[in-house]
């Protein structure tokens, strides 16, 4: 069965780079027909989708984030990872590494495999 860990530093200052890398074990990301996607829910609001890398390579973004953002993939290691740029308090959530199949629109929602989550908190 595919798991998904996420990892990288919980507390960021503002204007600092957001660095998280999701391992994934019991399958590999270059499996065609998914894609691995990053999703951040702030406390007491709705899940965000914020972009993904399909098993090819490929990536796209969220509109809202794509001047910040940037998904990359390590294949030797079975690791995807985010870059968020100039991150701001707003920024503060739970994010989340997951796995959708690709016939799947986009969303907070789309996945059927996710890991457990981190929080990140940006604060001065």
């Known amino acids: 069965q595919v798991q998904l860990q996420e990892s990288g530093p919980g507390l960021l200052k503002p204007s600092q780079t957001l660095s998280l890398t999701c391992t994934v074990s019991?399958?590999?990301?270059?499996?065609?027909?998914?894609?691995w996607s990053w999703i951040r829910q702030p406390l007491g609001k709705e899940g965000e989708w914020m972009g993904a890398?399909?098993?090819?390579?490929?990536?796209t973004y969220s509109p809202s984030l794509k001047s910040r953002i940037s998904i990359s993939r390590d294949t030797s290691k079975n690791q995807f990872t985010l870059q968020l740029n100039s991150v701001t308090p707003e920024d503060t959530a739970v994010y989340y590494c997951?796995?959708?199949?690709?016939?799947?629109?986009?969303?907070?929602?789309?996945?059927?495999?996710r890991g457990q989550g981190t929080q990140v908190t940006v604060s001065s």
């Open positions: 997951a796995r959708s199949p690709v016939w799947r629109t986009p969303s907070a929602n789309s996945y059927d495999r």
């Open positions: 019991g399958g590999s990301i270059r499996t065609p027909g998914y894609a």
């Open positions: 890398i399909t098993s090819s390579g490929d990536t």
